[in-house]
């Protein structure tokens, strides 16, 4: 999900100036500093990709093609060691690449593990297990289907919420395509119930049906199990619904993260010992979901901001890189700039 870019937010020209001007120091404060430190420990980066296929349409920009996708592969195949996210990473010749994945899209079985395999490089994958074996749609999915499709809509949408009720104009798809990038923000840091809650009632406005996609589907077990027996693949967990862990109570983080371990254990057959917390920036997990990783049995556990891997890094917070569907050229320059970024 990308929020809304400074440049196209109401500020004032000189705010907006100031504000670049702190950034462009920011960065380039914290690339020296990322620098001193790959001289004392060569650094590890974590690539993570969402899904290898075309889409006709892709707000949430997850989807990487199958061609740069492979292309992606051949070039680090070539370029870098490529290590496995699961393993003892101490005492392992640096720099490093490791690649995972997140949600657990059919895609990442059907398009993306014959390039891994073909290339021979490995990923890991990181899967949510709310959907396996359904035609359930990722809860983005719904709300992309509710709501970004042309045709006649009502001219309002009132969301019925104590904290968060509100109105917007929803007659145009310009309208609508506001309101989704609201309430996609505003979903992720709810608990799973209130997010279900609204989906109904954006549902019933919308008078839509759930879809059933099949381009948006997660994996069957037998998917999984696939996956997992090929040598090129892991599994690791990603909780069972997919909702920001910060917004949960204790109790339901718990059942998140251990129900999503027990599940993929028993379909796979084995250990599952890593993990990844939906969403993944520091507000998205807090010290309850790090210690509960820990209590679960996990080894270590990944997030979603980017940065360098060194000996000192907590295991339970790795960072990693977002990638997006880059061509050769793109995706080279950006790898270069993940050593120090
Ligand atoms: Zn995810």
Redesign the pocket.
């Known amino acids: 999900m990308d929020i809304q870019r400074i440049d196209e937010s109401p500020l004032t020209s000189s705010a907006r100036t100031a504000y670049r001007s702190v950034r462009f120091l920011y960065r380039k404060v914290r690339s020296i500093s990322n620098h001193l430190c790959n001289l004392i420990d060569r650094p590890i980066i974590v690539l993570l990709y969402h899904r290898v296929t075309d889409l006709p349409s892709d707000p949430e920009m997850l989807a990487v093609s199958p061609a740069n996708f492979h292309h992606h592969m051949e070039f680090l195949a070539q370029k870098f060691r490529i290590i496995r996210f699961e393993e003892d990473w101490s005492g392992l010749e640096k720099p490093a690449v490791a690649i995972t994945f ?2 657990g899209y059919a895609d990442n079985v059907l398009e993306a593990l014959p390039i891994l395999e073909k290339v021979g490089v490995p990923a890991t994958f990181f899967v ?1 297990t709310g959907h396996i074996g359904t035609k359930k749609e990722f809860w983005w999915h719904r709300l992309e289907a509710f709501l970004l499709r042309e045709g006649e809509f009502p001219s309002h949408f009132r969301l019925d919420d104590d904290n968060y009720g509100q109105t917007w104009d929803t007659a145009t798809l310009e309208q609508r395509k506001m309101l989704y990038a609201v309430l996609n923000m505003l979903m992720q840091g709810v608990s799973t119930d209130r997010r279900e809650e609204w989906l109904d009632q954006l549902q019933t406005w919308a008078e839509a049906v759930d879809s059933d996609k099949i381009s948006h589907r997660s994996m069957t077990q037998d998917e999984i199990r696939r996956l997992a027996a090929s040598p090129w693949a892991t599994v690791g967990a ?1 909780t069972v619904t ?1 909702s920001a862990l910060s917004a949960l109570s204790e109790e339901q983080q718990k059942e998140e993260i251990f129900t999503s371990k027990q599940a993929l254990e028993e379909m796979t057959g084995k250990e599952i010992s890593t993990f990844s917390y ?2 993944g920036r520091k507000e998205d997990y807090n010290q309850t979901s790090v210690r509960l990783c820990r209590e679960a049995g996990f080894v270590k556990a990944a997030s979603n901001f980017p940065g360098q891997i060194h000996n000192w890094t907590d295991p339970f917070q790795l960072p990693r890189h977002l990638v997006r569907n880059w061509d050769l050229e793109s995706f080279a320059a950006k790898v270069e700039s993940f050593w120090t970024r």
């Open positions: 997140d949600d949510s990603h997919h939906p969403f």
